[in-house]
Every structure is written in C-alpha cells, then in structure tokens.
C-alpha cells in the first residue's frame, strides 16, 4: 500500500517568501505529526495533529509557522516570511492513531527546503 | 525537562563485528516510552522498537538487541554480527506518558559497516 508522501521533494526559495508544504498521511491514520531535520541535528518537534485538531503546537519555532489538516488526511505546513536559518529537510510521519502499538509512526521521505 | 543523547556522532566498523549504541535520556515523568528508529542513506526513518518504561525486560529481535536500564536512563542498541545493510543513521526518542505525543528525538548516531 502507498506510504506517507510529501510535496515537493525539494524546494528552493527566497528570504522573505511564504512556502507551502505538503503531507499526504497513509490513509486511515488519524494521527499526523511535522518534525524538522537541520543538518548534523536530531529531529524537531514541531506539531501532531489527532484528527484535524492539534493538541499541541508547542514545537512550532515561531508564528512564521503554522499548519493545518483538514478532513483528518492532508495537512499543510505553511512557512511565512522564510529565512535563511529554516532551511532544512521537514519530515511528515502518519500513526493509526495514538492508542499502544497502533502510535507507530510511520514516516515520509520529506521536503528538503532551501531558503537563498 | 525532557532530552536524550547519542553521544556517539559516528560509529564505524568492520562486517561481522557488534556494535552497541548508546542512548541516555532525562525526563521527569514517571511513565514514558523510549524508541529506536532507523533512517537507512536516502531513506525514510523506519521504526524499530517502543518500550514503556515500565517494562525493564531486554529485547531482542534476530541481531538486534535493546538494553534498558532505568537506574542508568539508558536504552542502548547492539547490533550482533553486523553487515552492510545495517549502514545508517539510528535515532533514539522519548516520549512522556503524560498529555502530549510529543517525541524528543537525539541527534542520532551514523553507523558505518564497512565490508
């Protein structure tokens, strides 16, 4: 079956502009979750979403940052006002739901974001 | 506050050879699960294992083996007679029981096995 796929796989933009991204959960995972991966650094919490609400947002670096999910499938991190320093590769990993074994999570290939 | 440490940057080493990597995490929550992932050269991050912190019993799984000891806040990761495959980057992760799925992840140890 299909996994978790993200869009762009990569992308390149300029400081000061707005950058959409774009995960695509397996499908019938109710649970979906954003990190960020710098270079030689872990991965980053940045927000879960249980449906289409996020119970916590606490990840996210700054209000440049949001996202969203709309009909417990796709979601969209939206990055306002790049700079330099939110270059990365964000990664999007989808779980069943949030309930022992079923937390799994599994993960996509990522966007890899260039900020010139 | 919550954290985990590889300590380990980078690992390399000779086919057929074990290896253990390290994990020690800090949480003050009483219940908590802590997690291996594997993320191969160009590749998605794959899960390998979830622990409650309840259970202190080792695992193992073929040439995989995990170490949990809470006394220590360790979760290590030994890999038994290790091949080429096993090349990639390993992350450790926490998660607190309470009120959040909020993962914290270590900044993971690449592991090279040369043949």
């Known amino acids: 079956g299909a996994g978790v796929s993200q869009s762009p796989s990569n992308k390149v933009t300029e400081k000061g502009k707005d950058v959409e991204l774009r995960c695509d959960p397996i499908s019938g995972h109710t649970a979906l979750y954003w990190y960020r991966q710098s270079l030689g650094q872990g991965l980053e919490f940045l927000i879960y979403?249980?449906?289409?609400?996020?119970?916590?947002k606490s990840g996210l670096p700054s209000d440049r940052f949001s996202a969203e999910r709309t009909g417990g499938s796709v979601s969209t991190l939206t990055i306002q006002r790049t700079q330099q320093e939110d270059s990365a590769v964000y990664l999007c990993?989808?779980?069943?739901?949030?309930?022992?074994?079923?937390?799994?999570?599994?993960f996509g290939p990522g966007t890899r974001l260039l900020v010139l | 506050a919550q954290k985990v440490t590889q300590a380990q940057t980078e690992i390399s080493v000779v086919e057929k050879e074990d290896v253990t990597l390290d994990c020690v995490y800090e949480t003050r929550d009483t219940t908590y699960y802590l997690f291996w992932y594997k993320q191969p050269p160009s590749g998605e991050l794959v899960f390998l294992i979830r622990?409650?912190?309840?259970?202190?019993q080792n695992e193992i799984s073929g040439r995989y083996s995990w170490n949990f000891q809470k006394s220590t806040s360790s979760f290590n990761f030994t890999i038994t007679a290790s091949q080429v495959v096993d090349s990639a980057v390993y992350f450790c992760?926490?998660?607190?029981?309470?009120?959040?799925?909020?993962?914290?992840f270590g900044t993971g140890t690449r592991l090279k096995v040369l043949a």
């Open positions: 979403f249980q449906g289409n609400s996020a119970p916590d």
């Open positions: 990993a989808s779980s069943l739901d949030l309930q022992g074994a079923r937390e799994t999570q599994y």
């Open positions: 992760a926490l998660r607190p029981t309470s009120g959040t799925y909020k993962y914290i």
């Open positions: 622990r409650n912190s309840f259970d202190e």
